[in-house]
């Protein structure tokens, strides 16, 4: 789920173990070139210009998931003018974008900033290991030309929102593109957190109100008691957007059929569920859950330490307590990806330049006195539970929570103190 994004104020070292070794330094390193690998190259190249980096990516394109997933139909559940980057508008309004789009939109961007340039492909971080005698990362790579494959889960609460937004087609018929996108952010930011915080503290409400939208859409209550009405709450697990109703319709118009039921074998025919009904099909597609992998399944050492990932705290949800200098890009689990990845971008850029100002070579998340573990994603998702042993924990206080709340880490990540729960070394000076 999330690209590990490694960042190394001071200079690492990446060698790769199959091929001659790779002595090249970098001020930071960025490790993958997805979503918030590109993101975070932008921000970096923005305010620190003078700061030499490099992006490593284990597979042989940019996008990640969006690269990745390639089913008929893959596209996102959440809107482009937040899962844009607030840097590079999304200039139609189409608000659900295909997997493709998403994918072109970010290669063009990293076409567009010249971050394309900067990738080096097929080139998989297997180890990260910190040496405090030297100050810097060194990273052991292998050279890769496997193409990964995966599936999608299957949906749960799906609501349907219509395909193209007017007001921000209008927003962006009368308003200067980065005006009308910033707008439709906000506006984005605001619905989707009403709706989600309404659906915390009145699940009985927004079920009704999902119920009532796909019986709507559906025309028949018993369709939707069968196989749209999960037993868990909405926003335990992620709502699934319908663009412009086009599920509903592929259902009534007879060209899709749903159903709900578990798998007793494969059969000739296609599928035998526990039921006893036999599903005839040419392809069966396992969207059974994802597997999180934590930091990109990076071995990750200090000091020639590993770094135990489940008693690590989250330090604002984007470093790790006792690694120094590295930074990860996780997004929310309940708004687009991008708003979160990006405010961590950003932070680190400032954190940066708060080193840059007061001369320090090292900072690392220190946690002072006892703290309760929490997961970290508050999430009741089967793909969740089964990562949470292998992912890092957050506290029970500031600044080792990841909150889940876009307003909340705007003001933080733009405003709090960078020095709280951080030790800070000047360089050593080796000869
Ligand atoms: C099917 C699906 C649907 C989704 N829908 C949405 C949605 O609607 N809205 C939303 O906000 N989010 C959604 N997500 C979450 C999605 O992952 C984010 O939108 C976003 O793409 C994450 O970007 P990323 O760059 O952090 O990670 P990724 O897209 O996973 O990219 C990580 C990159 O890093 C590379 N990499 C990983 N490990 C290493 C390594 N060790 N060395 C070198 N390279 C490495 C990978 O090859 C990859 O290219 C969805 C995810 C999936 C799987």
Request: charged share 20%; with cysteine.
């Amino acid at each position: 789920m999330s690209a590990p994004t490694a960042h190394s104020p001071g200079p690492a070292d990446h060698g790769a173990p199959t091929t001659a070794p790779d002595t090249s330094h970098h001020d930071v390193v960025i490790v993958g070139a997805g979503l918030s690998g590109i993101g975070a190259a932008y921000r970096l190249q923005e305010s620190h210009p003078q700061r030499s980096y490099t992006i490593l990516e284990g597979r042989q394109a940019i996008g990640g998931t969006w690269d990745l997933f390639r089913y008929p139909g893959v596209r996102s559940d959440s809107d482009m003018f937040t899962l844009g980057y607030p840097f590079r508008p999304w200039r139609t309004p189409t608000a659900i974008a295909s997997g493709p789009e998403i994918r072109d939109y970010i290669r063009d961007t990293a076409h567009e900033h010249g971050i394309d340039r900067r990738i080096e492909f097929g080139t998989k971080v297997v180890a990260a290991q910190w040496d405090s005698t030297v100050q810097r990362w060194t990273l052991a790579t292998e050279v890769t030309d496997a193409e990964g494959e995966s599936a999608r889960h299957t949906p749960t609460y799906v609501v349907s929102q219509p395909a193209e937004d007017v007001v921000v087609r209008e927003l962006q018929r009368r308003l200067p593109a980065m005006a009308a996108s910033r707008l439709a952010r906000a506006k984005s930011v605001a619905m989707n957190s009403t709706l989600y915080q309404l659906s915390r503290r009145r699940p009985g409400l927004v079920k009704r109100i999902l119920r009532a939208g796909n019986v709507e859409g559906l025309g028949d209550e018993r369709l939707v008691d069968e196989h749209f009405t999960p037993r868990y709450n909405p926003w335990d697990q992620r709502l699934c957007l319908i663009p412009g109703g086009d599920l509903y319709e592929a259902i009534t118009s007879g060209r899709a059929q749903v159903v709900t039921d578990t798998i007793d074998r494969f059969v000739p025919e296609g599928i035998r569920t526990s039921s006893g009904q036999i599903i005839e099909a040419d392809i069966v597609v396992t969207a059974t859950g994802l597997e999180m992998l934590a930091l990109g399944g990076v071995d990750v050492s200090v000091d020639g330490q590993p770094v135990d990932l489940a008693h690590s705290f989250v330090y604002r949800g984007m470093m790790l307590s006792g690694v120094p200098n590295a930074a990860m890009c996780v997004g929310y689990t309940n708004a687009s990806w991008t708003l979160r990845a990006d405010l961590a971008s950003r932070y680190v850029c400032r954190l940066l330049a708060y080193m840059d100002r007061h001369g320090y070579a090292v900072a690392v998340p220190t946690p002072s006195g006892r703290m309760e573990e929490r997961p970290l994603l508050p999430l009741d998702a089967g793909y969740v539970h089964r990562a949470e042993g292998a992912f890092p924990k957050q506290g029970t206080r500031a600044p080792w929570q990841m909150h889940q709340n876009y307003a909340r880490d705007l003001v933080m990540m733009r405003t709090a103190d960078v020095g709280a729960g951080m030790a800070f070394a000047p360089p050593r000076h080796t000869a």
